[in-house]
């Protein structure tokens, strides 16, 4: 969602803002903003479309030692520059916002009564003009205040031009964190922002405030309490979020699949079995008692999730429930004894899972288990049990190698839970291990086929719709396959199981409907055939991604790829890769904007 930078530096800090709004670009918006102060006056540049815009609008060294910066991505009033981000009060406070706040409309009426202009349609105005409303030299004192009215979820960048010495931020929600530097400090919404000017962090947890200073900050609780804080010093490099030789950001993270699945797996296997304690220390008791299990997730990630769900039931014979985590939350549920309640998250600061975590009330949970790719996230910090992906930063909005990582965690849960309960015997675990153990290689094989699928792209160049099959834990792969190529392709696509073809979709195909259908060697083949005949019955034209010894009956007009890969419990992770190659070079001809597409963000870190 929207992006947040603050800095304070003994150094113009102009183009280090401006090198963060770059680097989280990512998470998708419409609009961006700087506000600087120098000489105790405040300066703003605001631009629609891309930070490249921003930039071409700012003096190339214009002065000022503390700043704010923002991404917006519209929720209350259109993209415009007038709504961007920072938003100005008086010409003193200035303000950044990523969230919402749900009670401003009673609060906008207050504040035009008292006599305040407010120049824009959005939420976040109101902020600023609440804090220069209560602002009398003290800027905490000031936001603490405004913050007590605030209903939402929101993350806060505040200057004031009377002290140019004091950035404030806070959040309710949406992440922020705190980078050290050298007599310098910053403030943003993500890692990546900062990592050219420092490698040291603090995580802000939820409802903290901070006031950052030059040379020091100060870290305090929801009551305005100081607090103690750690520093923690990331792995991650400056460098480590470029593109390369590649294209774009969501080729080079399909590229990267088989090192990340390999960093997934290190340290977390042997020969033939799951290291012990991968889950954590406490993981073996928790584990001990599972009779159910609950897996909530958005997204990509629910898909992963049904994908877990088939391995959980068929392997473990435990019953599992996976449910969209923006519809668990609201809803009343029925908790099974002793379950274990799993989230899938690739921020670790989704909205919704957040919030179905943090609504756990019943005492039949044995526990809660984070499955995530992001250390010191909301999610990682508030689970009892987690599990990293360590799938490395992921740019694209379209999720790749996050998705392929979370496959290979939970099936490494899987493992780890039949070894705990007794439900895998030894062998079943070890030919799970080898067959991990040989993922890697064998998606950098199937990305070999990327000029081939590339070719088979321009086929749908000019389609506006796609059907996608699979059966069984294919299903949910079909799932992700039609979603990928809506994404960021804006071809309208659906996933079906096949067997459901008769009960309506039937009725979409014709020749220019393409069906796309996932094919793997196992028992449902032969039904998935029958499947495929209607499909030509009707005049479609079949695109069948076939594993090695799925030997199909096809006619010269259906297009069949072959996958070099006979494996049957990481066979889903392996049908995923050539669907997003599809998706990618499909886009890729239809000249859309792969790594940003429209109207998504890449952390939907509020409803």
């Given at each position: 969602?929207?992006?947040i ?11 280090i ?39 071409a ?7 000022g ?8 991505w ?41 006599g305040y202009?407010f ?14 409303s ?13 913050v ?16 140019p010495?004091?950035?404030?931020a ?19 919404s993500d ?6 000017v ?11 405030y ?17 607090r103690?804080?750690d ?17 774009h ?18 340290g977390?296997?042997?020969d ?10 406490d ?5 001990a ?22 391995w959980?039931?068929s ?31 690739q ?13 756990l ?22 689970s ?50 080898s ?13 070999r086929?990327e ?10 160049v ?38 459901e073809?008769?009960?309506?979709p ?14 793997p060697n196992?028992?449902?083949?032969e ?16 695109y069948?991604f076939a ?14 790829v ?30 859309t ?12 870190t509020?409803?």
């Amino acid at each position: 969602m929207c992006g947040i930078v603050g800095a304070l530096a003994h150094r113009d800090v102009g183009s280090i803002l401006l090198e963060g709004l770059h680097r989280l670009e990512y998470r998708g918006y419409d609009s961006a903003g700087i506000a600087l102060i120098d000489d105790k006056r405040l300066s703003r540049f605001r631009a629609l479309g891309k930070v490249s815009e921003l930039a071409a609008r700012m003096p190339a060294e214009q002065p000022g030692h503390i700043g704010i910066a923002h991404t917006r991505w519209a929720t209350h009033g259109e993209p415009s520059e007038i709504n961007a981000h920072p938003h100005f009060s008086n010409e003193r406070i200035a303000v950044v916002h990523n969230g919402i706040i749900e009670n401003y409309k009673g609060i906008r009426e207050r504040l035009i009564g008292q006599g305040y202009e407010f120049s824009s349609e959005t939420d976040s105005e109101v902020v600023a003009h609440l804090v220069d409303s209560y602002y009398d030299g003290d800027l905490f004192a000031a936001v603490k205040r405004a913050v007590d009215e605030l209903d939402g979820a929101f993350a806060l960048g505040i200057i004031v031009t009377d002290d140019p010495g004091t950035l404030v931020a806070c959040r309710r929600g949406p992440p922020l964190i705190v980078g050290v530097g050298i007599r310098e400090n910053f403030v943003a919404s993500d890692v990546s922002a900062l990592l050219p000017v420092t490698n040291r962090f603090v995580y802000l947890d939820d409802g903290d405030y901070v006031v950052l200073k030059h040379d020091s900050f100060e870290l305090y609780d929801a009551a305005g309490q100081p607090r103690a804080y750690d520093i923690k010093q990331s792995e991650l490099s400056a460098d480590s979020a470029n593109k390369g030789e590649y294209r774009h950001y969501m080729q080079k993270e399909i590229h990267e699949q088989g090192q990340a699945i390999a960093e997934c797996l290190e340290g977390r296997i042997g020969d033939a079995a799951v290291l012990e304690n991968i889950f954590g220390y406490d993981a073996d008791t928790v584990f001990a008692g599972v009779e159910n299990l609950q897996i909530i997730a958005c997204g990509t990630s629910y898909h992963a999730g049904l994908v877990a769900r088939y391995w959980i039931e068929s392997l473990l014979d435990l019953p599992c429930q996976v449910e969209v985590a923006s519809e668990f939350r609201y809803r009343k549920s029925v908790v099974q004894p002793n379950t274990l309640f799993v989230t899938l998250s690739q921020s670790g600061e989704t909205a919704d899972t957040l919030a179905a975590l943090r609504n756990l009330k019943s005492e039949h949970y044995r526990g809660s288990l984070a499955i995530c790719n992001v250390p010191e996230s909301s999610l990682v910090r508030e689970s009892d049990l987690v599990f990293m992906t360590r799938a490395g930063p992921e740019i694209g909005v379209a999720s790749t190698k996050a998705f392929t990582t979370q496959l290979v965690s939970l099936l490494l849960l899987v493992a780890t839970l039949g070894k705990r309960l007794g439900r895998l015997d030894e062998a079943t675990i070890g030919r799970i291990v080898s067959e991990l153990s040989s993922l890697p290689a064998l998606v950098d094989k199937l990305i070999r086929l990327e000029a081939r699928i590339e070719a088979i792209a321009e086929d749908f160049v000019d389609k506006q719709h796609a059907l996608f099959l699979g059966r069984g834990e294919h299903y949910p792969i079909a799932m992700e396959g039609a979603l990928k190529l809506k994404e960021i392709s804006y071809i309208h696509a659906e996933a079906y199981p096949a067997g459901e073809l008769k009960h309506g979709p039937l009725a979409l195909v014709d020749a220019e409907m393409p069906v796309v259908v996932v094919a793997p060697n196992d028992e449902l083949l032969e039904k998935l055939h029958s499947n495929m005949q209607e499909v030509k019955a009707r005049g479609g034209r079949l695109y069948v991604f076939a594993h090695r010894g799925a030997h199909l009956e096809t006619d010269s007009d259906d297009v069949v790829v072959e996958m070099d890969c006979d494996t049957r419990f990481i066979t889903p992770i392996l049908s995923t890769v050539p669907l997003q190659l599809l998706s990618y070079h499909v886009a890729v001809l239809r000249g859309t904007d792969v790594d940003q597409p429209r109207n998504l963000a890449k952390s939907v870190t509020v409803e």
